[in-house]
C-alpha cells in the first residue's frame, strides 16, 4: 500500500430503517403487558393481548427479508393494537373497575370485529397480484383468517371470559406463524391439492369405518364374542387394504396435472433400437418429445436439433439440450397452463433435461451418420465410375484392336488356335461392355431412371430371350436410391439370362403404398438354390446401407423371384 493510498472505514450494515420502526412499533404494543406480568396470575384482559405483539415481530422479519413489504408494514400497524386497547380502556375511567377489567370488557364486546377488521388489513396488504403464487397467497391468508375469525366467534358464546382471550391470543400467534410461513414460502401447491391429501386419508378411513361398522353389525346377529375387538380389527384391516388404493388414485390424480415425471427405461430404449439407417430423425425426435411432454405434464413438448437459438413461439419456454459442453439442441416447452409450468414441473423438466439431451445427441450422431455414409457412396461413386471409364476408354480399344488382329490372321489362315482366341476375345469384350453398361452411374447422367432401365435392359437383351419391363414411379428417386435400382435390374437380368438361361424375364419397378420403391424381376430358368456371388452380395449391402433389403426366392415350377426394396427419397 502506497502512503497516497488509504484502508478504507470498515462499513457496517446498520438495522434497516423499517426493520427498527417494526421492533420500535412491537415494544410500544407490548409495553401494556409488562404491569401483567408482575401479578400472581396473569389478568383476563391481558390474555387478549398477548397475541397482537407476535405479528409484530413476524413484521420485522419480513421487513428485513423483503424492504417494502406491504403486509409488513400493515402488521406493524396491528403490532400496536394492545397499546391503542390499553389507552381506550384508560380512557373509559375508572369507576369500580381495574385498568385490566375494561380492557377485558372492551375486547370481549368488541374482539370478533377487531380480529375481522386486522383480517381485512391482512388480506389488503396480501392484495391480489397478477402471478399464480400471490393468488394462492391470497387464498391461504383469507383460510387461515376465516379459521381464526370462527374460533374467536365460537369461544364467544362460552361464557367464561378467559376462554375467549385463550382463543384470541394462541390464533393471533397462530396467525403469525402462518403468516411467516406464506410470506417466506417462494411455491404453493394449488389449493385442490390438500383436498386431495384431505380425502385421501378421509376415503380410507371411511373405508375403514364402514367395514367396522358392518363386522360388529353381522356380529351382534351372530351372536358372536369380543364385537368390539373384531370391529376394531375389521377396521383397521379394511384402512390398510384401502390405503393402496388411496394412494394409487392420489398418484394417478397427480400424474395427469404434472405428469409421471420421468423417461421409463423401456421408452428410452425404444427411440436408441429405432435408430437404424433408415430412420427418420424427425419421427424420432417427435417420439421423444411426445415422452417426454408426458412426464413433465405439458401440452406439447418439441425438440431441436442444431446449437443455435430457435425461434420461440409465444407462451413457449426454452431449455438448450448439453452435452459434454457441446449444446446439441434445444427443448421448446408450452405449458398447458397460461402463466406458465407449475415449480415442480420445472423441477421435472430440470431433471429430464440431461436424459433428452442425450436422446438429442443420439439422434443428431445419427443424422451425422447417414449424411457421411451418403458423402461415402457418393465418393465411391465417383471412383468406381473414373474406374470404369478408364476400363472402358482404355482396355476397351487395346481389346478391340487385338480382336480386329487376330480375325485378320483368321482370314489368312484359320487355326483352331486362333479360332479359340478369337472367341475369347469376344467374350471378353461382351463381358467388358456389360460390366461398363450394368455398374456404370453415368448412364443415368441427364435422363429419368425410367429412360435409363429401358437402354439398359435393350443392351442386356441377346435375341433369345424376352425381357418385359414395367416401370411406374410416382416420383423421381435421389440418385443413391436411383443407382440401387440401376443395378440391381441390371444385376437381376443379367444373371437370369446367363446363369439361369431364361427365356422370359419380368421386371418391375414401382413406388409402393409404404414409401419404397420395390424392383421385382422374376424368371422362368432353371431356379434350384442360389449362390450369392459378388453382384448380388454388392447389391444386398448396398440395400442394407440405405435401409432397404433384398430377397431371392425360388419359383413354381422354375425360375428365381429376386425383390428388393429401397427407401424412396425424392430428388430435389
Known amino acids: 500500500m502506497t502512503s497516497m493510498e488509504q484502508a478504507a472505514p470498515p462499513q457496517h450494515a446498520g438495522v434497516p430503517k423499517e426493520v427498527a420502526v417494526a421492533a420500535a412499533a412491537t415494544a410500544v404494543g407490548a409495553v401494556p403487558l409488562i404491569p401483567a406480568f408482575t401479578l400472581d ?78 383480517l381485512v388489513a391482512l388480506s389488503w396488504a396480501v392484495g391480489m397480484a397478477p402471478d399464480r403464487m400471490s393468488r ?43 403468516l411467516l410461513r406464506l410470506e417466506t414460502a417462494s411455491e404453493f401447491r394449488p389449493v385442490d391439492e390438500p383436498l386431495v391429501d384431505i380425502g385421501a386419508v378421509l376415503g380410507a378411513v371411511l373405508v375403514g369405518a364402514g ?3 358392518a363386522t360388529r353389525v353381522a356380529a351382534e346377529r351372530a351372536g358372536l364374542p369380543l364385537q368390539e375387538v373384531s370391529a376394531g380389527f375389521a377396521a383397521v384391516l379394511a384402512t390398510a387394504l384401502a390405503w393402496p388404493a388411496v394412494l394409487w388414485l392420489r398418484r394417478a390424480l397427480l400424474e395427469r396435472r404434472y405428469g409421471t415425471g420421468t423417461l421409463p427405461p423401456d421408452a428410452v430404449a425404444a427411440i436408441t433400437h429405432d435408430l437404424r439407417p433408415d430412420s427418420d430423425p424427425r419421427e424420432l425426435l417427435a417420439r421423444a418429445a411426445t415422452m417426454t411432454a408426458v412426464a413433465c405434464g405439458h401440452d406439447e413438448v418439441r425438440l431441436v436439433l442444431g446449437p443455435d437459438d430457435p425461434e420461440l413461439p409465444d407462451a413457449w419456454q426454452a431449455h438448450p439440450l448439453v452435452v459434454g459442453g457441446e449444446r446439441v439442441g434445444t427443448m421448446l416447452v408450452h405449458p398447458r397452463h397460461a402463466q406458465g409450468p407449475e415449480p415442480r414441473q420445472d423441477r421435472l423438466v430440470a431433471q429430464l433435461v440431461p436424459t433428452v439431451a442425450l436422446m438429442t445427441r443420439a439422434v443428431q450422431l445419427a ?9 461415402i457412396d457418393r465418393e465411391r461413386e465417383a471412383e468406381r465410375s473414373r474406374i470404369l471409364g478408364d476400363l472402358h476408354d482404355g482396355l476397351g480399344p487395346a481389346l478391340a484392336g487385338m480382336s480386329m488382329r487376330v480375325q485378320a490372321e483368321l482370314r489368312r ?24 453398361s450394368d455398374l456404370t452411374p453415368s448412364a443415368l447422367h441427364g435422363v429419368r431412371l425410367a429412360e435409363a432401365l ?37 444385376e437381376g437380368v443379367t444373371n437370369a439370362l446367363r446363369h439361369g438361361r431364361a ?7 414401382r413406388s409402393a403404398a409404404s414409401g419404397e420403391v420395390v424392383v421385382e424381376i422374376v424368371d422362368d430358368g432353371d431356379g434350384g438354390p442360389v449362390v450369392p456371388g459378388i453382384g448380388l452380395t454388392s447389391l444386398r449391402r448396398r440395400a442394407e446401407r440405405l435401409g432397404g433389403r433384398l430377397e431371392i426366392t425360388p419359383r413354381e415350377p422354375r425360375g428365381i423371384r429376386l425383390h428388393v426394396s429401397l427407401p424412396v427419397e425424392t430428388a430435389a
Open 454 to 490: 429401358e437402354h439398359l435392359v435393350a443392351t442386356l437383351t441377346d435375341g433369345r430371350s424376352t425381357v418385359v419391363l414395367d416401370v411406374g414411379l410416382g416420383s423421381e428417386p435421389c440418385p443413391e436410391t436411383a443407382v440401387a435400382v440401376y443395378r440391381s435390374v441390371a
Open 367 to 375: 443424422v451425422t451418420a447417414d449424411q457421411s455414409r451418403r458423402d
Open 211 to 213: 367395514a367396522g361398522v
Open 136 to 178: 394462492r397467497r391470497l387464498v391461504w391468508v383469507t383460510v387461515w383468517s376465516a379459521a381464526l375469525v370462527a374460533a374467536v366467534a365460537v369461544a364467544s358464546l362460552a361464557t367464561a371470559s378467559r376462554t375467549l382471550g385463550l382463543v384470541t391470543a394462541l390464533g393471533l400467534c397462530g396467525l403469525a406463524a402462518v
Open 413 to 436: 489362315g484359320p487355326t483352331p488356335l486362333l479360332t479359340t482366341i478369337a472367341g475369347e476375345l469376344a467374350d471378353a469384350r461382351e463381358d467388358l461392355r456389360r460390366v461398363v
Open 503 to 509: 427365356e422370359r424375364v419380368q421386371v418391375v419397378v
Open 41 to 118: 396470575s396473569v389478568p383476563t384482559g391481558a390474555l387478549y393481548l398477548m397475541g397482537w405483539p407476535t405479528l409484530g415481530i413476524v413484521a420485522a422479519v419480513l421487513l428485513d427479508r423483503r424492504p417494502g413489504s406491504r403486509i409488513g408494514r400493515t402488521l406493524v400497524v396491528l403490532a400496536l393494537a394492545p397499546a391503542a386497547l390499553a389507552v381506550a380502556a384508560f380512557a373509559s375511567g375508572g369507576g369500580t373497575h381495574t385498568l385490566w377489567d375494561r380492557v377485558e370488557s372492551i375486547a370481549r364486546n368488541g374482539d370478533v370485529l377487531i380480529v375481522l377488521l386486522a
